[in-house]
């Protein structure tokens, strides 16, 4: 499946069917059809729109979908791009549930109290630690190439 199938889905899922999007689009049906199988490029002020509609994050879609329209030396400098965002919203996420975490271990073990902002601090750089790690594991040439 390519990457405008994938973000089309996944804004289907919140739209319920194409028709709905493209309702929400200002386009007709034939048009996300076209775009779902590959006959016309979307334009990225769809990209961005269909994104945020999918809640989902506009620049690693307006890169992975440029990486597949593209070719060449071009498409590869999208995939790094794209591969790049995905990283980041990785450590994002990565960061965001540790603290996710320590928040409901502490309500799982009847500690009601908030924690200090000692524990805060060496939790964040724990999670920050680990999420350089995998940014360098990301951003290795041989996942690059």
Do not use: Y
């Not at 964040?124 to 360098?136: D, K, N, P």
Request: proline share 3%; with cysteine.
């Amino acid at each position: 499946m390519g990457a405008k199938s994938e973000l089309l889905d996944a804004a289907k899922k919140v739209c319920l069917s194409d028709s709905e999007l493209a309702r929400r689009l200002n386009v007709t049906r034939s048009n996300v059809s076209a775009w779902r199988n590959d006959v016309h490029p979307m334009p990225d002020h769809h990209v961005i729109t269909i994104a945020k509609i999918a809640r989902e994050n506009e620049g690693f879609w307006l890169a992975r979908i440029a990486a597949e329209q593209a070719q060449g030396d071009t498409r590869r400098a999208w995939e790094r791009v794209a591969k790049t965002l995905s990283a980041a919203a990785s450590i994002t996420l990565l960061v965001g549930a540790g603290f996710a975490q320590n928040a409901l271990a502490n309500v799982g073990h009847g500690h009601a109290e908030r924690p200090s902002t000692v524990d805060i601090m060496r939790k964040l750089r724990e999670l920050l630690t680990l999420a350089q790690v995998a940014f360098r594991h990301a951003r290795t040439p041989a996942l690059l190439a």
